[in-house]
């Protein structure tokens, strides 16, 4: 599939309730087959979420909570949520952030069909196409990212540019003009401009690779502020969609990004499964004290597993920034991946300035330009934390 016909697919099947029909060829007995909606499970949750569910009902982030179409999860200044797909797919919810499921589908065929809208916020996402066809995608209010089997970082704040960050694998990354959207396919091929409109920003759409990122310019996000089409002006917004170009750079990564997207832990089908039994289980009131305290116990005990996991995952990832490390050319460099670096005071007046990686065995491991040292604490002074506040690098 050309990435072009991509997104088009993606921005039509997101928010609007458009649908393109072919008339069968010949007469058939049966309709086909409505697609089968599919659920989400929560396997990690700590600090202040919850969930909304369509139905109006809410509830707190916790380890089974299903999530379906319509259902959305926002996360509180300390939440976070790990939350596991039919597919074994999986993303992180960052604090503070907005996260609406739009659509979790399979067909007859198997082929899964996971949409879902980044309205404000960060996540980060691990995900496992098994089929060539299976759609994963996350739209943001003024982009959207069609999956290709990936690791990947979306980050959307509240009404500026989105911005993607490959790990592994590839993203499709294109603007949106959610005012375009809501029309129909007819609508839009009996005006010359929409269509121009639609094929720029078609061709708009770039192609991420691994270690790749793209940032929308400001004025390339201005264009998805019009809620109607009747206030946009068409020749305006497509003279920025042509000038206004995504630009592929290196994703730069920070080692707090590094780390999220490495302990992100999903569970065997076997214990996804129990999870929701567990969960579905507890919130009946017709369970006497006894039968509660076991599902607790059960529940407690598969959450303990989890984290220990993502605290195993954690420290090997630590143990590789001092085993091999990366290699910065200057104290900038180390500010951006940290977002943070130290001065290091010795008894014997010297100095080292670098990122403090760990604190073991009576010593300091600290990277620096001239890569890992340690230094044994006896001969430390002092510690000045948070210099990149008091310097400029």
């Known amino acids: 599939m050309k990435a072009s016909k991509l997104t088009i697919m993606g921005l039509a099947l997101l928010f609007t309730g458009l649908t393109v029909c072919k008339k069968p060829d010949a007469e058939v007995s049966e309709a086909p087959k409505k697609p089968a909606d599919l659920s989400a499970v929560v396997v990690f949750a700590v600090g202040d979420s919850k969930i909304q569910h369509a139905d109006q009902t809410e509830e707190k982030a916790h380890l089974g909570a299903l999530l379906k179409s319509g259902d959305n999860v926002v996360t509180g200044d300390n939440g976070k949520v790990d939350i596991q797909f039919a597919d074994g797919s999986s993303i992180r919810i960052s604090p503070k952030s907005a996260i609406d499921f739009a659509k979790l589908s399979q067909d007859s065929s198997g082929t899964t069909d996971t949409q879902i809208a980044l309205v404000s916020g960060k996540v980060f996402a691990k995900v496992n196409k098994a089929k060539k066809e299976d759609n994963f995608t996350v739209v943001t209010p003024t982009a959207i ?75 390339s996000a201005e264009l998805a502020k019009s809620a109607d089409i009747k206030t946009l002006d068409l020749s305006k917004a497509f003279k920025t969609s042509e000038k206004e170009k995504l630009v592929v750079e290196n ?9 999220e997207i490495r302990t992100i832990v999903t569970v065997d089908k076997k214990t996804a499964e129990e999870i929701v039994k567990l969960s579905e289980s507890a919130q009946t009131e017709k369970l006497d004290e006894l039968k509660k305290q076991e599902i607790d116990a059960k ?53 080292v300035i670098g990122a403090i990686i760990n604190q073991e065995n009576g010593q300091l491991i600290v990277h620096t330009e001239n890569g ?19 310097s400029k690098f």
Do not use: C, H
Not at 372 to 390: A, G, P, R, S
């Open 372 to 390: 890992v040292k340690k230094i044994d604490m006896d001969n430390v002074e002092e510690v000045i934390y948070d210099l990149q506040q008091k």
């Open 145 to 219: 990212a069609g999956v290709r089997g990936t690791s990947f970082i979306v980050e959307s704040a509240d009404g500026k540019p989105a911005k993607v960050k490959v790990v592994e694998g590839a993203v499709a990354f294109a603007p949106r003009v959610p005012a375009l959207e809501k029309l129909s396919t007819e609508e839009i091929s009996g005006n010359a401009d929409l269509k121009k409109l639609q094929e720029s920003l078609a061709k708009a759409e770039v192609i991420l690779e691994k270690d790749q990122a793209s940032t929308q310019s400001a004025k």
């Open 299 to 351: 529940r407690q005990a598969i959450e303990t597993e989890v984290a220990k996991r993502q605290e195993d995952e954690k420290k090997k990832f630590e143990e590789s920034l001092a085993n091999q490390p990366k290699e910065f050319k200057s104290k900038k460099d180390i500010v951006n991946y940290y977002e943070r670096i130290e001065k290091i005071v010795l008894v014997d007046g010297k100095t």
């Open 251 to 259: 994703a730069k990564l920070t080692k707090n990004e590094e780390q």
